[in-house]
């Protein structure tokens, strides 16, 4: 069920930020990317346990790192972080074992964020090609 709720909220999230236009502000995605990466840091909450915090931490600042990265550089940095944490929600009960972790969250988070990522990336080239190009543009 964790998986048919991360794959239809992306859907959802990303559909509904596309129509009002709010992903094409450059701070979107990498926004999104920070705010999913910190969620395992709450859930240290509920853990208890500093090596827990400090593990969590750790991830987290990768993710963190590439969608500040993202921000500056290039989207597309922003959506491989969002994408590679989704990716990496299926592995992380091999890196932390932060016992604050919901049963469900590994699965609803990484079917989210490879959703999210994908469905993102679409958009950004189907959009990329519908831009006018630089002829076209000298021409008007």
Same mark, same amino acid.
């Given at each position: 069920?964790?998986?048919?709720?991360?794959?239809?909220?992306?859907?959802?999230?990303?559909?509904?930020?596309?129509?009002?236009?709010?992903? +094409?502000? +450059?701070?979107?995605?990498?926004?999104?990317?920070?705010?999913?990466?910190?969620?395992?840091?709450?859930?240290?909450?509920?853990?208890? !346990?500093?090596?827990?915090?400090?593990?969590?931490?750790?991830?987290?600042?990768?993710?963190?790192?590439?969608?500040?990265?993202?921000?500056? +550089?290039?989207?597309?940095?922003?959506?491989?972080?969002?994408?590679?944490?989704?990716?990496?929600?299926?592995?992380?009960?091999?890196?932390?074992?932060?016992?604050?972790?919901?049963?469900?969250?590994?699965?609803?988070?990484?079917?989210?964020?490879?959703?999210?990522?994908?469905?993102?990336? !679409?958009?950004? !080239?189907?959009?990329?090609? !519908?831009?006018?190009?630089?002829?076209?543009?000298?021409? +008007?």
């Amino acid at each position: 069920m964790e998986y048919i709720v991360g794959f239809g909220l992306a859907i959802v999230f990303c559909a509904a930020a596309a129509a009002l236009g709010m992903d +094409r502000e +450059r701070v979107f995605y990498p926004a999104v990317a920070m705010a999913v990466t910190s969620y395992y840091l709450a859930f240290t909450v509920a853990d208890g !346990r500093s090596e827990v915090w400090l593990s969590e931490l750790a991830i987290a600042a990768v993710f963190i790192a590439a969608a500040v990265l993202g921000f500056k +550089r290039s989207p597309w940095i922003a959506l491989v972080a969002l994408g590679g944490h989704g990716v990496m929600d299926a592995f992380h009960h091999l890196l932390v074992h932060n016992e604050g972790v919901p049963a469900a969250w590994p699965g609803f988070c990484g079917t989210f964020d490879v959703t999210a990522a994908v469905f993102a990336a !679409r958009l950004m !080239r189907v959009r990329a090609s !519908r831009a006018p190009s630089a002829e076209q543009r000298s021409v +008007r």
